[in-house]
């Protein structure tokens, strides 16, 4: 049973987008469609070469953002604060997964690669507000996103989080290896499971999968 697992957890980190809400609410489809916009006008390129660029610096950098950082010295405030203002409706709250979040022993945290006042909307649709202790987004890693090692120690080492005593939700693989690595539970949360040794568990319902916690 995954309870047996994770008796020892005293510190649960979750992922935001397409963790704490499903997927088919494509809620990141739309700050998909506004990164693409805003590569167009930062670097004067069509939409075709933007979502060329967009796809490309996410696979080679880790976000989008860090690769126009790098590549164009693009500042990361007006970026973020562009790509997240979009609607929030498709969001629904979510009462078994609060209960099954407000039932979990110790300190309850949000790392995403998004940023906070973003993360925070969101939460606050889902309606799991109130249930977490802190809200990291990239700004709390000096813009350098997971799945970097630095990303992850500078979140850490602000929260005080003892790794070998911790768990993370993700539902990108690649966002798990550090977290493995440094001795935290993994667990997937998508639809499917990559064949990876640093992802112990796999679920496509999180709801569920905290029920047998």
Request: hydrophobic fraction near 40%; glycine fraction near 6%.
């Amino acid at each position: 049973m995954p309870k047996d697992h994770f008796s020892h957890v005293d510190t649960w980190v979750f992922d935001l987008d397409n963790t704490l809400y499903p997927p088919h609410m494509c809620l990141f489809d739309q700050i998909e469609l506004r990164m693409t916009q805003y590569v167009m006008d930062a670097l004067g390129v069509d939409r075709a070469r933007a979502d060329h660029l967009r796809q490309k610096y996410w696979a080679e950098y880790g976000t989008t953002l860090a690769g126009l950082m790098r590549e164009h010295d693009v500042d990361p405030a007006p970026y973020l604060t562009d790509v997240h203002d979009i609607s929030f409706d498709a969001l629904t709250p979510d009462p078994e997964l609060a209960a099954r979040v407000r039932d979990l022993p110790g300190r309850k945290i949000v790392y995403t690669n998004g940023c906070a006042p973003y993360a925070a909307r969101v939460i606050e649709a889902r309606g799991l507000s109130g249930l977490f202790d802190a809200i990291y987004g990239v700004e709390h890693a000096d813009f350098q996103p997971k799945p970097e090692r630095a990303a992850f120690d500078k979140v850490f080492t602000r929260d005080g989080i003892s790794p070998e005593r911790a768990a993370m939700f993700e539902d990108e693989p690649r966002n798990l290896a550090v977290p493995h690595a440094l001795g935290m539970r993994t667990v997937l949360v998508a639809p499917t499971r990559p064949a990876a040794d640093h992802i112990e568990f796999h679920t496509d319902d999180l709801t569920h999968f905290l029920g047998l916690l």
